[in-house]
């Protein structure tokens, strides 16, 4: 039985894909310098980078036109309520 409340389970599906995580190793001066361009932009430096590759691989004709959109700055939107089932 399931209770009316409950939202839906989502399916592998409708998942949002998941981004890849990676150890970058960096120079200390490479990453101050990185840290305070990410800051000049609003960024983080995790953010910056992403940027920076994203350019470069659309530069050399290498970003794959699969890539999803950097999300957006800020706090995603709010998702309007759902509408209850009719009965």
């Given at each position: 039985?399931?209770?009316?409340?409950?939202?839906?389970?989502?399916?592998?599906?409708?998942?949002?894909?998941?981004?890849?995580?990676m150890?970058?190793?960096?120079?200390?001066?490479?990453?101050?310098?990185?840290?305070?361009?990410?800051?000049?932009?609003l960024?983080?430096?995790?953010?910056?980078?992403?940027?920076?590759?994203?350019?470069?691989?659309?530069?050399?004709?290498?970003?794959?036109?699969?890539?999803?959109?950097?999300?957006?700055?800020?706090?995603?939107?709010?998702?309007?309520?759902?509408?209850?089932?009719?009965?």
């Amino acid at each position: 039985m399931t209770d009316p409340q409950t939202p839906p389970r989502r399916t592998p599906a409708s998942r949002p894909q998941q981004r890849k995580q990676m150890v970058l190793r960096l120079d200390p001066a490479v990453h101050d310098a990185l840290a305070r361009w990410a800051s000049d932009e609003l960024r983080s430096a995790n953010a910056q980078i992403e940027f920076l590759l994203r350019r470069a691989l659309k530069e050399a004709g290498r970003l794959p036109g699969a890539a999803a959109p950097i999300a957006r700055r800020g706090r995603p939107p709010k998702r309007p309520p759902e509408e209850p089932e009719a009965p």
